[in-house]
């Protein structure tokens, strides 16, 4: 079982910055990617960013330019930066460790409100 723990949620007001960390605890063998997701009200939980252990990284259109996210191996730790945020980024984010075997675990998630 991994145990994903995330922190930085809260509020900010659109155009300002935001970081998310989420730390994975527990038994770590074989995650290849790990990543942020997030889900609006009323919407579908969607890929946000992620990177594998390569360091290869995948963003939504909609973030690209204004997130960043990365990885501290050594600490089992996976960051999203987030600038120039905008209202629509306004959701519950969420830590996603996906493994070689295709299994996906997840933090408790984190809001992220971003004001107008």
């Known amino acids: 079982q991994v145990q994903l723990v995330e922190s930085g949620g809260g509020l900010v007001h659109a155009g300002g910055s935001l970081r998310l960390s989420c730390a994975a605890s527990g038994s770590r063998f074989g995650i290849n990617a790990m990543g942020w997701y997030r889900q609006a009200p009323g919407k579908q939980r969607e890929l946000v960013a992620d990177?594998?252990?390569?360091?290869?990284?995948n963003y939504a259109d909609s973030v690209k330019g204004r997130f960043t996210v990365s990885r501290d191996y050594a600490k089992n730790t996976v960051y999203l930066q987030m600038n120039s945020v905008k209202p629509e980024d306004t959701a519950v984010y969420y830590c996603?460790?996906?493994?070689?075997?295709?299994?996906?675990?997840w933090g408790q998630g984190a809001q992220v409100t971003v004001s107008s």
């Open positions: 996603n460790a996906r493994t070689i075997w295709g299994q996906d675990y």
């Open positions: 990177i594998n252990n390569g360091g290869s990284t």
